[in-house]
């Protein structure tokens, strides 16, 4: 049994990144990458997690896109007018956008839009249609994991197999975590916790091991979703719901980042202007 489906909730307001958020999906904001010829890249963020994904196994996606913001869409449709374009001026990155196209070719893309922003919750929701009753992962748009051949995605995935849980996720420990959902449970193996509590985004928190924005999940989730009281934002939390599968006595569980993995985080103006510095340097080694 493997995992081959994901979803990507890309429908944020991204309020935080105005002005540049306006009109383009802050998912879509550039990072810097490696190309198929080594060259020194920009891409999009919501690209580097599709290939990430991709490079994994995952082979069918379902991308949640906001109101009025084609980018993405535009972004994931292979354009034959501009690989034209490209072999009239003599092929510069043509390889590059060949390879991006085959990997689109090589999946099946969903596109579900969410009208109004409530919640992660409810992002995640929206895709029931589209994962059915099979296992799948969630993968949030705005956060990219730097790290080594995809291990970070690899054990997520065995504990989540191995253990039968209902729900997985990757955790960090960080010095604030105030910004974060924080979790407590009990290490049931090295950088493993089976997970007992969640408090989102703690004013005086008393622990530093915060949520990492991927998840793997049964179908479990969305009746856990369903029970969730919107909150005084109007916002329906996926954490709520999280702790609705730990209150019906089903099994869920954190995995720490290691050695040199870590999160990238590109929503607001100081996280992603060291998400360019960081991804710089992870592509050229300086």
């Keep these: 049994m493997s995992v ?5 909730p890309a429908a944020g307001a991204g309020i935080r990144l105005l002005m540049a958020t306006k009109e383009m999906p802050k998912e879509m904001l550039p ?20 290939e990430s994904l991709h490079g994994f196994g995952v082979s069918d996606f379902c991308i949640l896109v906001g109101r009025s913001k084609r980018a993405v869409e535009d972004h994931f449709t292979p354009d034959a007018s501009f690989v034209t374009l490209l072999e009239k001026n003599g092929g ?16 099946n893309i969903m596109f ?6 409530r919640g992660f919750g409810d992002a995640v929701y929206r895709a029931r249609i589209f994962t059915s009753t099979e296992p799948f992962l969630v993968h949030v748009g705005d956060d990219i994991i730097l790290g080594q051949n ?23 420990k960080v010095e604030d975590p105030r910004q974060y959902g924080v979790i407590s449970g009990t ?29 793997a999940f049964t179908s479990r989730i969305f009746e856990a979703i369903e029970k969730v009281e919107p909150d005084e934002s ?17 099994k869920v569980y954190a995995i720490e980042l290691i050695g040199n993995e870590r999160r990238i985080d590109i929503g607001t103006p100081a996280s992603y202007w060291n998400a ?3 991804t710089l340097q992870a592509s050229t080694g300086v």
Excluded: C, W
Aim: avoid cysteine.
């Design 276 to 278: 360019l510095k960081e």
């Design 187 to 215: 290490e049931v193996r090295p950088g493993t916790y089976e997970v007992l509590n969640i408090v989102e985004k703690p004013k005086e928190p008393r622990r530093s091991i915060a949520i990492v924005g991927v998840y």
């Design 4 to 8: 081959k489906r994901a979803v990507i």
């Design 112 to 117: 579900v839009n969410q009208p109004t922003p």
């Design 150 to 172: 995809n291990s970070h995605l690899q054990r997520l995935v065995n504990v989540f197999l191995e253990t039968r849980g209902d729900a997985a996720f990757l955790v960090e």
């Design 92 to 107: 510069q990155l043509l390889n590059e956008l060949n390879e991006f196209y085959g990997k689109i070719s090589t999946s």
């Design 234 to 250: 109007g916002e329906v939390q996926l954490t709520d719901a999280i702790m609705n599968l730990i209150a019906d006595g089903r």
């Design 31 to 50: 990072v810097f990458a490696r190309g198929v010829d080594g060259r020194l890249l920009l891409k999009p963020t919501l690209q580097v997690i599709f």
